[in-house]
């Protein structure tokens, strides 16, 4: 099972801010949380990634609250092109050493 | 650029063919993976690699076995191939234990 929730899908206009959260209580005292963004028939790319508070990059903000139970992606400005499935990733304390859990991602659609 | 690359992107086998899938990448990456994905489910890990001739389990290993002779390339090899393991096959690779890069992918179907 995924260690880690979001929620299925989102839709959005061209042009508005997109916040996708992703929760993640087992959340290992080390790890780092990150983000990949998936398009039809290719493999997942990464996009983000952050310990706590927020980090910014020319794609993505990814901001963490201090209990680290959570993070949000954020996209400014979303267009077309940003459809995709994007998934959170985040270690798991609750196995052995190199477990990873991808969450089961969220389908984004942009429309004009 | 990291470039990971798989052998196929479009395959068709046959209920109990033996079946490999072959993944190489070009970065000298300790951890190596690979997932299967299927609608709905998201990425599920079947085995990861974090040396030569080393494997761990993931979520869903059964049905499914990998290889590790060189530390570029990966296999997942299907021993007898049944039609619930027609999947998207992903791998990846990675330096650090989470920001991997992936290839593009295999979609098996067994028939």
């Known amino acids: 099972l995924a260690k880690t929730t979001q929620p299925i899908s989102m839709d959005s206009y061209e042009g508005q801010e997109v916040n996708i959260t992703c929760s993640h209580n087992n959340i290992a005292t080390n790890d780092y949380i990150t983000w990949y963004q998936q398009f039809p028939s290719q493999g997942p790319r990464f996009i983000i990634q952050g310990y706590k508070t927020k980090v910014t990059n020319e794609v993505a903000s990814l901001f963490i609250p201090a209990d680290r139970k959570s993070s949000t992606l954020s996209l400014p400005r979303v267009s077309l092109s940003d459809t995709a499935v994007y998934y959170c990733l985040v270690g798991d304390d609750s196995n052995s050493g190199y477990a990873l859990n991808f969450g089961k991602g969220t389908s984004l659609l942009v429309t004009p | 650029d990291v470039k990971v690359t798989q052998s196929s992107r479009y395959l068709v086998k046959r209920t109990g063919e033996k079946v490999f899938l072959e993944c190489v990448q070009d970065m000298d990456h300790e951890n190596m993976f690979w997932y299967r994905q299927d609608p709905g489910l998201g990425l599920r890990l079947i085995y990861f690699?974090?040396?030569?001739?080393?494997?761990e389990k993931g979520d869903i290993p059964e049905g499914y076995s990998v290889s590790r002779e060189k530390k570029e390339r990966f296999s997942l090899i299907l021993e007898s191939a049944s039609t619930n393991q027609t999947s998207m096959y992903l791998c990846?690779?990675?330096?650090?234990?989470?920001?991997?890069?992936f290839g593009p992918g295999t979609r098996l179907t067994v028939l």
């Open positions: 990846a690779s990675s330096y650090a234990r989470d920001t991997q890069y």
């Open positions: 690699s974090y040396d030569v001739k080393m494997k």
